[in-house]
């Protein structure tokens, strides 16, 4: 038996709606990434952009489980000494729920120009309007 290898570009792009309502973080970037990478299609292919279009919508309502959301801290570095800037979960779903969501589903995608391009097919909003009624989403549920 010879294994399926797909080769040229891949035209078939579907595009998905997916509720962020109540659902927990690491379930729906785990699911996100998946989809984005792929990996539910039988011609997935690890080195080629074979995913699908995600919108998500109500970014600001993901939760954590237990008592992550006031422990959980994201940290960046400015790029100056002794600027490690660092900010909980709770102050970053409030002010910027779509970097969260992007955080997360970015650190389950390869590191590389494939998951650069894969990120940009993620389209990530607050509430539960979006502009991308003419695509006709799929609702998926996760």
Known sequence: MKT?????EYKDRKWFLVDANGKVLGRIASRIASILRGKHKPIYTPHL????NIILVNAERVRLTGK???????????GYPGSLKS?????????????VIYHAV??????????????????????SEHPHAAQKPQVLEI
């Open 87 to 99: 900010a909980s979960f709770e102050k970053l779903i409030r002010e910027k729920p779509e970097w």
């Open 4 to 8: 399926f290898v797909y080769k040229g």
């Open 68 to 78: 992550k959301a006031k422990k959980k801290l994201y940290y960046h570095h400015t």
């Open 106 to 127: 970015w650190g389950m995608l390869p590191h590389n120009k494939l998951g650069r391009k894969m990120v940009k097919k993620l389209k990530i909003y607050r509430g």
């Open 49 to 52: 952009d074979l995913g699908d």
